[in-house]
């Protein structure tokens, strides 16, 4: 079954694109099958993994409004290894098309469509606008989880309670198995009074649910979707890499911890040697990860 994770904040710049992106890749580079779906009109993630969005012969659009199957509307990112459904400005023709209030089981077409493949991949993340519109709704319904990027600076609360109150609207009508994947803190920059400030905030407001990975403000993110490469295959070693292997860690840990609770098979530290790792972090709350994380990130807090 895939674990299917929106990355959404209405509020732009705070590094969606960057980490659906970069998590696709990391998580691609750890062997597992991923699939990136594109479900903004800008179209930055499609351009990010390498394909030309103003070249798409089929995208997100023919899924949402045509019910294309994931099978025939994807494509392979050259390089990052895994598949992507694309996008590009002709989305917003779709999302006036999908507003029509005629338009049957409009906010469910995405989720039709990823459950058509739940055994073709391990992780799908979807990358949302800024916004929280009909095709973020999308997203939502088809998630297991949704993953919310901050950015570390002034205003970076701003607008998180109205996000959180439409996951818990989503959760109360059309899909009531949503969970917050976590809150992720990017741009972060270790000198910054902010910053710090911000981190203190969301860890007494939201504690487990922050991620530890904290992802810095790092040159390196901002210069590799320029050659429609991500961090991996970019700068590898670059600290912007670290910190989204990191990431990936963490969440393959936590859902491979969720798999076992589900399954009733949580036992006892150790249970199966050839899980090592995700053995310990059974054994270990996610807020004691910290200093793993960190100081794999390259990051002082
Ligand atoms: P939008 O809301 O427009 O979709 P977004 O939330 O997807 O934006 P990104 O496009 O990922 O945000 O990031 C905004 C800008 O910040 C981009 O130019 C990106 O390269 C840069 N950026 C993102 N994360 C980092 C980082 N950790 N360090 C440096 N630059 C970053
Ligand atoms: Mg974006």
Do not use: W
């Amino acid at each position: 079954m895939s674990r299917i994770i929106a990355i959404a904040n209405q509020k732009g710049g705070v590094g969606k694109t960057t980490t659906c992106v970069n998590l696709a890749a990391a998580l691609s580079s750890m062997r597992k099958r991923v699939l990136l779906v594109d479900l903004d009109p800008q179209g930055n993630a499609t351009m990010g993994c390498g394909i030309d969005k103003h070249e798409l012969e089929r995208s997100v659009l023919d899924v949402l409004v045509d019910g294309m199957s994931i099978r025939n509307a994807r494509l392979r990112s050259p390089g990052n290894g895994h598949d992507v459904v694309g996008s590009n400005a002709d989305l917003t023709a779709a999302e006036v098309e999908l507003m029509d209030g005629e338009a049957e089981g409009r906010e469910r077409r995405l989720r039709n469509a990823l459950h058509a493949e739940s055994e073709t991949y391990d992780y799908v993340l979807i990358d949302c606008p800024p916004s929280l519109n009909i095709l973020t709704l999308n997203a939502f319904v088809a998630a297991d989880s949704v993953l919310v990027p901050i950015q570390c600076e002034y205003y970076a609360l701003e607008g998180l309670s109205a996000l959180l109150d439409t996951i818990e609207g989503v959760q109360e009508s059309v899909n009531a198995e949503l969970e917050v994947e976590g809150l992720l803190r990017t741009m972060h920059d270790g000198r910054s009074r902010l910053g710090i400030e911000v981190s203190e905030y969301l860890f007494e407001n939201f504690g487990d649910q922050v991620f530890s990975t904290i992802v810095p403000r790092n040159v390196r993110l901002a210069e590799a979707p320029s050659h429609g490469m991500s961090i991996v295959q970019y700068d590898r070693a670059s600290r912007g890499a670290l910190a989204y292997l990191a990431l990936a860690g963490e969440i393959t840990r936590a859902d491979l911890q969720r798999r076992r609770e589900s399954a009733g098979a949580v036992t006892t530290e150790g249970a199966d040697a050839a899980e090592g790792t995700a053995a310990v972090s059974i054994a270990e709350p996610r807020a004691d990860e910290s200093t793993v994380d960190i100081a794999a990130s390259g990051i002082n807090r």
